[in-house]
């Protein structure tokens, strides 16, 4: 069993919010850092602030077409350059789902080319919303993130039909390539949540809740 100091060096700690204050994202940010995890994933607009209070003392996170994934890839673009301008280190991008769905995957794939050569260095995960996508479609996007040269793909935006399941979890781990890593989101709501992805080989979570599941045994080291 892992610790939970070892699960949340996985997690993005996450708050998406529409409604997001700076306080909220204050609070994020001094429980990233106060339990090490492994990022903060946060609305575009409170990178630069983040940056400039929190320094190189946390790594953040932050969405691009975020949540309905189809804006034309030329605003993608020019979102993940402003964000790596303002201080982001990693980009969870969303694919066009409507392109997916009228099977247009390789126009996807190029999409995701184009915003990884736009992250250089920087971790690109690449969100498919797994709740809209048939099994067909979903080993599709496998084979799209992979060829396009992502660093990870993720289930889901949290704000979908449905979360991370373990199926879709265990269908990637089948069919992307050895250099794309997976990362859960949406509906991770307990430590044995948590502890089931990361056994089924995700290397990320994203969450808002695994701060306050840890907070009560974190302090006991288990």
Sequence with gaps: MMTTQEMLRHVDHTQLKAYATWEDIQR??????QFQTASVCVPPSYIRRIADTYGDRINICTVVGFPLGYSVTEAKVAEVKQALADGCNEIDMVVNISDVKNGLYDKVEEEIKT???????????????????????????????????????????????????????????????????????????SLEDLELFLELGCDRIGTSRAVGLCKGIAGNGY
């Design 28 to 33: 994020l940010c001094d429980e990233a850092i």
């Design 115 to 189: 915003l990884k050569k736009a992250c250089g260095s920087h971790i690109l995960k690449v969100i498919i919303e797994t709740c809209y996508l048939t099994e067909e479609e979903k080993i599709a996007m496998c084979h799209a993130v992979t060829n396009a040269g992502a660093d990870y793909i993720k289930t889901s935006t949290g704000f979908g039909t449905d979360g991370a399941t373990p199926e879709d979890v265990k269908l990637f781990a089948k069919h992307i390539g050895p250099n794309v890593k997976i990362k859960a989101a949406g509906g991770v709501s």
